[in-house]
């Protein structure tokens, strides 16, 4: 049972314009919450996060919305560039209190910037 | 600085062979984790260390499965006998202890069992 899920395998969109990635989860103790980007051949690279206790953060181009009475969250680009295109993977955490544990992961949605 | 490194980046091996991978984290990092990719099942966690010390091992798909941390600079996943089921990109990840939950991946290993 998937619990962190990101339900589009794939979006395109027109360079210049706004990318929005979606991931919903269903552990209500998850409390952390990243993206990753993904290019071919290479492993994840961390690109943002958010803590439960924030709706909001936002980083250059990159912003992450947190919605935890939806358990949903989004990752809105603006504006998109061609080297967005890649892998995002969301990942979600329940911090037992020390120590990092292992991050859950959705299944990534593939990211492709049109020019 | 250098990043966490895995070895080999490719393997090619026939089923029921034993296949060793290896990791060296971060220098400095206290945690490590052995994740595997696939197309069906995405991002799966099968082990993680604190202090060399395996902390869950829920996500080892099954006994052929085993890793290692001998010292806080090298882990090893082991799958012996591997099967073509086993086909995936194994990454490696580290992150600094109680620096919250960012880890650090490496490039990865990516292994086809024939």
């Known amino acids: 049972d998937q619990q962190v899920k990101q339900n589009s395998p794939s979006l395109s969109v027109q360079e210049g314009r706004i990318s929005i990635l979606n991931c919903d989860y269903t552990n209500s103790m998850f409390d952390y919450f990243l993206w990753y980007k993904k290019y071919p051949a290479e492993g994840p690279t961390f690109l943002i996060s958010?803590?439960?206790?924030?709706d909001k953060n936002e980083d250059g181009r990159f912003t992450v919305f947190l919605n935890k009475s939806a358990k949903h969250l989004s990752l809105h680009i603006v504006p998109s560039q061609p080297g967005d295109s890649a892998v995002y993977f969301c990942?979600?955490?329940?911090?037992?209190?020390?120590?990092?544990?292992?991050?859950?992961f959705g299944k990534g949605t593939h990211l492709i910037i049109q020019p | 600085d250098a990043g966490v490194i895995q070895s080999p980046r490719h393997e090619v091996t026939e089923m029921g062979q034993e296949v060793t991978l290896r990791c060296k984290p971060i220098s400095g990092h206290n945690s490590l984790f052995w994740y595997r990719q696939t197309m069906m099942r995405g991002l799966e966690l099968l082990i993680y260390f604190n202090n060399n010390v395996p902390i869950d091992d829920s996500g080892m798909p099954e006994d052929r499965f085993s890793a290692k941390m001998p010292n806080a600079s090298f882990s090893t996943l082991k799958i012996q006998p591997s099967e073509p089921r086993d086909s995936a990109v194994y990454f490696c990840?580290?992150?600094?202890?109680?620096?919250?939950?960012?880890?650090?991946f490496g490039e990865g290993s990516w292994l086809t069992v024939v």
């Open positions: 990840a580290s992150s600094p202890h109680r620096s919250g939950n960012t880890i650090y």
């Open positions: 990942a979600a955490s329940a911090n037992r209190g020390g120590g990092a544990d292992g991050l859950t």
């Open positions: 958010i803590s439960s206790i924030k």
